[in-house]
């Protein structure tokens, strides 16, 4: 059984620490410690891929909570209050957690692109399923759960609503290697939570770092000229708010080490209105009054072969009554909105 709050001070102060890093031919060494103190004490999350889609919201919903406090991790984009620590790097990786003593650690970060995936599988290996099993055995080690999130991507997109007792078949790269994080992190402790999520829109710092907003690229591009805009009108999804997801993380987390062991193994949460990207495009020109004139739709597949339909079964959430939705128009709208005019 995992301990719930290993770490945790005895007094009622609550503890927020901030970690820097500086890169020598050592790994990483801590040089800061800064530590602040309020009336209450506090959970604490060590939070993976913090600077990402995902991680940023996951990152602000604990954040806003006076009962956790957060070490956010990145490397590549390390924003003001999260901790530069490169994930390959087993010893540092380590040594932080040593330090940090969480009560549960989300891990977010991945190459989550399936064409990076392909171009170069054995960096995507190392991160999607060596860091992941690292991680997993240093907080079986620590007496901690761990929370991965995984993907739709595990199965083959001919059989959907999928069920999380369903078998897996990935059909490319990316979804091979999230499978085999999900069985490292499993393998590890068989109380570790896997959450499979769907293609994510939210907040982003460049249309490019989701595969549904960088759709508004193209449909902008084909509004002043002759370009023709084509998009695939093949596979389905069903696209889900970072807010939403971060939203039903907090609340898995906050059930598993508050109250019960019971909350274990795989769940499954995803959209509920089904789209293919040429829907999704449609939906933007309706809602910010852009013509569809040039926008072409392809039934066909091109590049890294992907599944048809990935609609998953979200019962098991539902049943936990922490589900919750984003309508599709309302959420892209407010995403969007700022890109538009630039």
Same mark, same amino acid.
């Given at each position: ?197 769907? #293609? ?6 460049? /249309?490019?770092? %989701?595969? !549904?907003?960088? *759709?508004? &690229? $193209? ?84 590049? #890294? ?6 609609? /998953?079964?979200? %019962?098991? !959430?539902?049943? *936990?009554? &922490? $589900? ?19």
């Amino acid at each position: 059984m995992y301990s719930t709050s290993p770490g945790i001070p005895p007094s009622n102060t609550r503890s927020i620490y901030v970690f820097f890093f500086s890169c020598s031919s050592d790994p990483y060494i801590l040089t800061t410690l800064f530590k602040t103190s309020n009336t209450s004490s506090t959970m604490k999350l060590f939070l993976t891929g913090a600077s990402g889609l995902l991680g940023r919201s996951i990152y602000e919903r604990f954040l806003n909570e006076p009962d956790w406090t957060v070490c956010g991790i990145s490397f590549k984009r390390t924003n003001p209050g999260l901790t530069k620590l490169d994930l390959l790097n087993k010893d540092a990786v380590t040594n932080l957690l040593n330090t940090v003593c969480p009560d549960i650690i989300v891990h977010c970060a991945a190459e989550r692109f399936p064409d990076k995936v392909e171009s170069d599988p054995q960096a995507a290996y190392d991160l999607n399923v060596g860091v992941s099993a690292h991680l997993a055995d240093i907080a079986n080690h620590l007496n901690v759960p761990l929370l991965y999130i995984s993907t739709d991507y595990v199965f083959n997109g001919d059989e959907s609503p999928y069920k999380e007792t369903d078998e897996p078949s990935p059909i490319n790269e990316y979804g091979r290697l999230k499978l085999l994080g999900e069985k490292a992190v499993l393998a590890a402790n068989r109380n570790n939570i896997i959450l499979r999520i769907p #293609v994510l829109y939210g907040p982003v710092e460049s /249309l490019e770092e %989701s595969a !549904i907003t960088y *759709l508004l &690229i $193209g449909l902008k591009k084909c509004q002043n000229n002759n370009e023709l805009f084509k998009v695939s009108n093949y596979e389905l999804r069903n696209p889900a708010s970072v807010h939403d997801i971060a939203h039903i993380v907090f609340h898995l987390v906050a059930k598993k080490i508050g109250s019960t062991n019971n909350i274990s193994g795989i769940y499954h949460w995803c959209g509920k209105e089904t789209y293919t990207k040429y829907d999704m495009v449609a939906k933007m020109a309706k809602i910010f009054d852009m013509s569809m004139n040039q926008v072409v739709p392809v039934n066909g597949q091109g590049g #890294v072969k992907r599944p048809f339909n990935t609609l /998953l079964d979200v %019962s098991r !959430i539902n049943q *936990l009554g &922490i $589900g919750t939705h984003t309508n599709f128009e309302d959420g892209i709208k407010s995403v969007l909105a700022n890109w538009v005019v630039k």
